[in-house]
Nanobody, 120 residues
Framework: QVQLAESGGGLVQVGGSLRLSCAASGRTFSEYFIDWFRQAPGKERVFVAS????????YYADSVKGRFTISRDNAKNTVYLQMNTLNPEDTAVYYC?????????????WGQGTQVTVSS
């Protein structure tokens, strides 16, 4: 059993930065691929970034490539999402999700989400 808890969201001005954290309970955290998603008001939840078990391989949606960085610290059971050069289109609830297998669409666990609001 793994429980995920996001934190680090908040209100930031255009061009600012935030670092989101996804903290996991359980001793098997390093066995899970972790992805970040976001859901803007009135829109579907969309993929943002993913990281493999070791942290050596990362993937990003085109909309955030070059601005966001995903990383993980397995010793701390935490995945981070560093978000730079934020713009109003980044306003959304951000969720982290965990899955044991890389190339499947179903996730085993989801967090409750953290709100990010970018003001102009």
């Amino acid at each position: 059993q793994v429980q995920l808890a996001e934190s680090g969201g908040g209100l930031v001005q255009v061009g600012g930065s935030l670092r989101l954290s996804c903290a996991a309970s359980g001793r098997t955290f390093s066995e899970y691929f972790i992805d970040w998603f976001r859901q803007a008001p009135g829109k579907e939840r969309v993929f943002v970034a993913s990281i493999d078990l070791s942290g050596d391989n990362t993937y990003y949606a085109d909309s955030v490539k070059g601005r966001f960085t995903i990383s993980r610290d397995n010793a701390k059971n935490t995945v981070y999402l560093q978000m730079n050069t934020l713009n109003p289109e980044d306003t959304a609830v951000y969720y982290c999700a965990a899955k044991r297998k890389a190339f499947v669409k179903a996730y085993d666990y989801w967090g409750q989400g953290t709100q990010v609001t970018v003001s102009s």
